[in-house]
């Protein structure tokens, strides 16, 4: 069967001892993007089963298991846990069942309780033999969500506390369907993250950056091995009475690493999983100009600040990414697709990329 894919609209990354891990959120269909585990919530009421425990069974003919639980954590939360069958776009299924108080005087701890109840299942998983490299999430518990904002700091502070400590999990995905929800997750997230905005109108360079990523973008500079990238990346630089620092940092960072890998690819170099040791790999071989390099590392370090506004306090100075610094994370982006056209085409993969001449000559 066959579902519309669902659009990655916002992303936060971190360093890890196990290397980058992002949390992301999608727009669309949870089906559409494959996974190793899906998470769904439901009520205790077999007659009342969530909308996802409802598609399971008429899309994939799967159905939830909620005769024995997990994990019980009180106060109405219990964990099913189970192996998903072959026609499913996921290998394993984690069900919460939720039970909402009759009396919510506190909705905030509620969806909290709900989410740390989520993670702490997961850990449970990984440290009994389990490994998810990839975990999807929609939107769990809509019922015990009054406000957006606490919502969706609860989620970052536990998911990203996921990704630090999990032996395997690259990318939590959590996916929104509903497109007025929507901006409402997304607004959310840039404000929990405490993200900068900047209006480029009368910024003559700002605007004229932004248009030339937008049209190398459109020309196919990002063609076959980078589509996941295409339209978020596209997105982020393509309003320019509204651009977000901190999310063009990370979509930076994201085009740096998916560049430096292929890279390595191309090169037959060992990838590592840290973006440092890959560029110093790509940079010792001596087939890239030393300012291409410059310029990947310069998205790197860009992309790694944005975590940083999560934290309150920070001994560094400045604190975090300013709006002054969106010019040079727009020219490195530039920068690195129009490198990448090049490599592309001196490398004779011509049916890769198709990227007017006239486009690759920038502003």
């Not at 005769?67 to 026609?87: D, I, L, T």
């Not at 999990?169 to 959590?174: A, E, G, N, S």
Request: hydrophobic content about 40%; glycine content about 6%.
């Amino acid at each position: 069967m066959k579902t519309e894919t669902a659009q990655q609209v916002n992303a936060v990354s971190i360093e890890t001892p196990h290397g980058l891990r992002t949390f992301e959120l999608f727009a669309g269909d949870i089906f559409s993007h494959a996974a190793d585990l899906l998470v769904i919530s439901t009520s205790h009421r077999r007659d009342r089963p969530a909308q996802l425990v409802t598609l399971l069974k008429e899309l994939y003919d799967f159905e939830a298991d909620l005769s024995e639980p997990f994990v019980r954590f009180g106060e109405g939360v219990s964990a099913c846990s189970q192996p998903a069958n072959s026609n499913t776009p996921f290998e394993h299924l984690l069900t919460m069942c939720v039970a909402p108080p009759r009396m919510q005087e506190h909705p905030a701890e509620f969806y909290d309780r709900a989410i740390r109840a989520t993670f702490a299942t997961i850990a449970a998983l990984e440290f009994l033999g389990h490994e998810f490299r990839t975990i999807s999430l929609p939107v769990l518990v809509r019922k015990g969500i009054a406000d957006y904002s606490p919502a969706v700091r609860s989620l970052l502070r536990h998911g990203l506390a996921w990704l630090r400590q999990s032996r395997g999990t690259q990318p939590v995905r959590y996916f929104v369907r509903d497109p007025d929800e929507l901006a409402e997750w997304d607004e959310a997230m840039n404000f929990s993250l405490g993200r900068t905005y900047v209006d480029s109108q009368g910024e003559a360079v700002l605007d004229g950056l932004c248009r030339e990523i937008v049209r190398q973008i459109d020309g196919g500079g990002l063609h076959r091995h980078f589509e996941e990238l295409e339209a978020p990346l596209r997105n982020a630089v393509a309003q320019p009475d509204r651009l977000c620092v901190q999310t063009i940092a990370a979509f930076g960072r994201k085009l740096a690493e998916m560049t430096t890998e292929q890279l390595c690819r191309d090169l037959d170099l060992p990838i590592a999983r840290d973006l440092m040791t890959n560029i110093e790999s790509v940079r010792n071989s001596n087939m890239l100009a030393g300012w291409i390099t410059s310029y990947l590392h310069s998205l790197r370090v860009f992309g790694n600040e944005g975590i940083h506004s999560l934290s309150s306090k920070r001994s560094v100075v400045p604190s975090g990414l300013s709006p002054e610094d969106l010019m040079s994370i727009l020219c490195a982006i530039r920068s690195v697709l129009r490198f990448w056209g090049e490599w592309r085409r001196e490398r004779h993969f011509e049916d890769d990329v198709d990227i007017p001449a006239a486009q690759a000559e920038g502003i």
